[in-house]
């Protein structure tokens, strides 16, 4: 017969163990964009510098053997990598949709998302993307989402292995300083930054030899006339600091179209792209 002594002693035992699983692991914290689903504790945690993150913007696909999203950008910045598990009884739709909320709430800019087989291979996320093989479960159950929130990206994935245990994942990519270069090599423009130039942006539009376009834009009250009018002298002033810098004038070719172009720039602003031509 089992003493009332030993059936205490086997409770606490219990109980400690229950705790020590729910604990977070050492050195882990919630970073202070994020605020945790109740109830969940960090199973895996990283932070350090990312030289060359690829931020998935597409579902993985095997092409030659090769395993990638079917659209990327390559960015360096502060990275933080946090995996929760959660409580039982939560889906990992519940917990995805939890922290997605919290996105949507801050104003943060949707880039992609998918949902269950659509996404790609589930093992394929775990151990290519997000290098921690217990992300790896039903792919039916996973979900992920590409946000933006300023300088800030965000990776949020969630699934549900075949043990039933739900984990919650995101990584989030602090961009320090923007690569301009970088940005006008692969995507073929840039906003002309308003606090001027980096040194290294005005280096490489000097030593280029492609042809430059300068677009003015003007989300702002008036006239079609005027607006486009005010966008064309905003660009020439733009083209006058390249070719004070030493851009060969033949090269640059100015344009202003006013507010024609809706969506590209928020309402009440004014812009110049750059874009690079072939």
Known sequence: MVSFRNVVAIVLLSLSATLQAASDVRGSADHPLLERYPRSWIVNYNQGQAPDYRWAL???EKVNGVVA???EQRVPGLLTRISYRLPPGISAREAFLYLQNQLQTAKAELKFQCQGRACGSSNEWANQVFGYAKLYGVGRSQSYAAWQL????????????????????????????PDQVQQLRSDGYLRWPESGAQEALLSYLVSSERSLWLVGHQQMPGSAAQLQALSRQQAERVAQQLRQAGVAGERLEVFGIGALAPGIVPAGESAVFIIERP
């Open 58 to 60: 597409g579902a993985l």
């Open 150 to 177: 300023s300088n800030t990206l965000v990776s949020l994935y969630s699934v549900q292995r075949g043990n039933k245990r739900v984990y919650l994942h995101f990584d989030l990519l602090e961009q320090q300083s």
């Open 69 to 71: 999203a079917e659209e």
